[in-house]
């Protein structure tokens, strides 16, 4: 109990940009070195600030209903919506093209609007992220078991 | 470019524990109503805060030699270490048992130190993070596939 006083600060590093299909991360100036190596790898997991959600409103908020199962009164722990206590999301995605010197990741899809602020990158490792027996609740039964080939991206209607 | 100068705030939800093998977070009272339904799930990915990292010197450090790779010159976003802008961790854990009222979260493992606080939780869903064909660099190649049955603990001499 005695850290929930604490406060940490975290900075952007970079931005989302949608342009129709075209998706893309604009990674600040200073943070491009460590883009390095980056498109060795076939995906990317994208830590983003989900600013339309950071008032104290959406921060307090701890249960809901989500819209893929709106009779079921859901933790926000036990799902990915953008409303909880610290507003981070992160979208595993799908890496189309990585140019270090003009610090732009273009990826297939993000389910993050235009202007999202973008705080942390991490290569997804197989043997990190990759589990081979994973289960869900039984009121999601029927969802798929892999991520779509272009990953997750906004709903229609949402961009 | 203009986002460089925004400063998010982010407040601890609970504490990683470790009692030689039994790993589990303690979740800090006010937040327990969003771990409703977190047991339904076999995996949840846990954030936490890299707080032995969170000095000027390592969130200035963009480039490191991986010690699985002491000869390759590595930008940390193409890693996943501790060192980084916004020190966030982030570990796929393996939900052994969840108590809701008393706040607890036993997991099969983590490699996080014993204290480190705890910033956010979401539940492992496949269609998010499960890749089918996810590929790594050359210089990586002959790692594994899937994640170990535990997870990703500390290693040894790190407790």
Redesign the interface.
Known sequence: ?E??Q????????G?VRRNGDDVCLEI????R??????G??????V?W?ADRF?DEEHRTT??MNPPYAED?????????SPV???P?G???CKVVDVD?AEGVIRVADIDAFDGT?V?????????????????????LVG??????EDG?GLQPGEA
């Not at 604490?6 to 952007?12: F, G």
């Open positions: 109990m850290k929930t604490d406060v940490y600060h975290i900075r952007p590093i931005t600040d100036e200073p943070f070195p460590a883009m390095r190596e980056l060795g790898f076939s995906h990317v997991m830590f600030w950071a701890l249960q079921h009164l859901t933790g926000v722990f036990a799902s990915r909880r206590p610290n981070l992160m979208t595993t270090e602020p705080v942390d990158l991490k290569a997804y490792f197989p043997v990190c992220d990759r589990v081979q027996t994973a289960h869900i609740p039984k009121w969802w798929p078991e892999w991520m779509p997750i």
